[in-house]
């Protein structure tokens, strides 16, 4: 049976110890109001989310700007014109489990709608095989892109060639399976027993792939 890792901590701190994976994931520090106020300094926006959990479930958006603070939970935005406001209300409507915060990437659209890109690979005995490379499209008014909120599923190539089409789609696809099987090594070396893992990656404007998740359980 394959091993399973539920944390998301576990996870990222296992390819942040190398280079070449460490440069695709966004900054990533524990939940509290001082991370959160200064990553919110840095960077304008952060997506926070449980150590645990999957599917979407708790992810909350949280950006500064012009003076105020936001979040959108779902579908629901919330405006406050002081940190400790917007601080006191985030810690009623998150779920009630430990919290990341992660460093916010504008990720390329299609019609203003956020898309990301799940990228699975199985362990056989003929070593790991790609099953699949798809596009998740947000569901309107949402930001998170899973398919059980709601989200449309795309083929990795059309996905690229509508959100990116200024960028060779065909390149991207590359680069992502390079940087899959770079990573599968990684977590097979850090976690021996794991039989398949999905990659969550996003792409910002520029096209940078940016590892957002890692899943021992895809769906």
């Known amino acids: 049976m394959s ?22 994931i966004p900054q990533t520090k524990a939940f509290n109001s001082g991370n959160l106020l200064k990553m919110l300094s840095h960077y304008g926006m952060v997506y926070i989310k449980p150590v645990v959990g999957g599917g979407g479930y708790g992810v909350i958006r949280v950006s500064a700007s012009g003076g105020a603070y936001r979040y959108t939970h779902m579908k629901i935005t919330r405006s406050f014109t002081h940190f400790n406001q917007m601080y006191r209300s985030l810690i009623r409507v998150k779920a009630r489990r430990r919290y990341m915060i992660q460093q916010g990437i504008h990720l390329a659209t299609i019609q203003g709608r956020p898309i990301d890109y799940r990228v699975k690979v199985v362990k056989t005995e003929r070593g790991w095989v790609f099953r699949s490379m798809v596009g998740r499209l947000a569901r309107p008014g949402l930001v998170v892109t899973n398919l059980s909120k709601g989200g449309t599923m795309l083929s990795g190539r059309r996905a690229l060639a509508l959100s ?56």
Not at 12 to 22: D, E
Not at 171 to 177: A, P, S, T
Not at 213 to 219: A, F, W
Request: glycine share 8%.
């Open 3 to 24: 091993r399973q890792l539920a944390s998301k901590w576990l996870k990222t701190a296992a390819l942040l110890k190398y280079p070449v994976a460490a440069v695709h």
């Open 164 to 219: 990116l089409p200024h960028i060779s789609g065909k390149h991207k696809r590359r680069e992502m399976r390079s940087l899959t099987l770079t990573c599968t090594h990684i977590m097979e070396s850090r976690f021996p027993g794991v039989g398949q893992l999905g990659f969550d990656y996003g792409l910002d404007h520029s096209g940078k792939i940016w590892i957002l998740e890692v899943n021992t359980r895809p769906q």
